[in-house]
């Protein structure tokens, strides 16, 4: 009887011990980490919560903030790096225009499906990727290969005008024929200003591809 209890309280001590240094590893890996004495912090928040780059003064703790990827979650950040860098290169889009509308799209999410049965990365319908020869709606390279060739059609089409081609990226191209501009559309109006916003924002990030020295072909088009 005696020896059955001190058994039971040296398996709850190692039970107790076991959580307790469970809670600290979690605690480590989710709370924001320190710096002091004069690191250079890349961002850090001021007192009016405003992100701006500061020298932490000597021996004073802050909390150091980190952008965020703009990929989702969970997805390999390389990988779509390289299919964004590869078909802009391919099909002379702005990778920066590429990833506003993946962000716009799917917010990177590589098997998003739409109600009408619009697929990936790049949200395209089975009938846009056999037209640009997309074999694998999933994988994120085809997605984007296809997405990127498609909006060199639709940029080629509207002479440049990225607004009509995003309009007509999300509404077809004939509703933008018929109406001649972003067609009154609701959805398509608020999809336009989204993209232009992160587009914006990409440009910012130096998601610019360079005008090539030589002169382009007759069809080769603008990196728009």
Known sequence: MYKGNVGRRTFGL????????????????VWPSSVTASTPVSEA??????MSPAVVPAGQPV?????????????????????????????????????????A??????????????????QLIPETA??????????????ITGGAKHLRYLLDRFHGNIPLALAAYNAGERKVDR????PPYKETQ?????????YRSYKQDGWIMPLAIATPSIHAGQPY
């Open 14 to 29: 190692k039970y107790s011990a076991g959580i307790a240094a469970c809670t600290v590893a979690i605690l480590i890996a």
């Open 45 to 50: 928040a001021s007192s009016t919560g405003l």
């Open 63 to 103: 909390t150091v903030f980190r952008r965020m990827s703009p990929y989702r979650s969970g997805m390999a950040n390389l990988e779509v790096k390289q299919a964004v860098i590869r078909a802009a290169q391919r099909h002379r889009v702005q990778p920066a225009l590429l990833l506003a509308v993946i962000k």
């Open 105 to 122: 799209e799917s917010s990177f999410n590589p098997i998003a499906v739409s109600k009408a049965g619009a697929v990936g990365l790049m």
């Open 130 to 143: 056999i037209r640009h020869g997309v074999h694998n709606l999933y994988d994120a390279n085809d997605n």
């Open 179 to 182: 109406y001649g501009q972003i």
């Open 190 to 198: 608020d999809y336009v200003k989204k993209v232009l916003v992160y």
